[in-house]
């Protein structure tokens, strides 16, 4: 197990959905090394979808074209479950339905950084450690 350098995402559960091996791995390190407890890569439609059926996680992470897929499925699972997620996707990927407008899109080259504190905002949101503030008062 990697030695844990910040502990960002400490006790966050990620599923990764990522098919490309360099990606998946530079991902997987970052994740790790923050504290996340990491669910995958997964790098199939049919695998993510059985995990988000039957596995318990905070976040997910999700690639949008898996082996030349669309994997908005997922994505659509994830709403419908109310789970909050993110797309990493290629710099030369089509537009992202409108029905995700609200999803933060992560494009190649990533900043780790960047995908890291927004995983670790969707994690507290979801885990109740952050309250959200009421613009009312």
Request: hydrophobic share 45%; with cysteine.
């Amino acid at each position: 197990m990697p030695k844990v350098r910040n502990q960002l995402l400490a006790g966050c559960r990620v599923l990764l959905v990522e098919e490309q091996h360099v990606i998946s791995n530079e991902l997987r390190t970052a994740l790790r090394e923050n504290g996340a407890e990491l669910i995958g890569p997964i790098a199939t439609i049919s695998e993510a979808m059985r995990l988000v059926d039957d596995d318990f996680f905070d976040v997910a992470l999700i690639d949008t074209n898996l082996h030349d897929s669309l994997a908005y499925a997922i994505a659509d699972e994830l709403v419908r479950q109310r789970i909050p997620f993110v797309f990493a996707v290629a710099c030369n990927a089509g537009p992202i339905p409108d029905r995700f407008a609200d999803v933060s899109r992560w494009e190649q080259p990533f900043d780790a950084g960047e995908i890291l504190s927004d995983l670790a905002l969707h994690c507290k949101r979801a885990t109740n450690k952050l309250v959200p503030i009421d613009p009312k008062g």
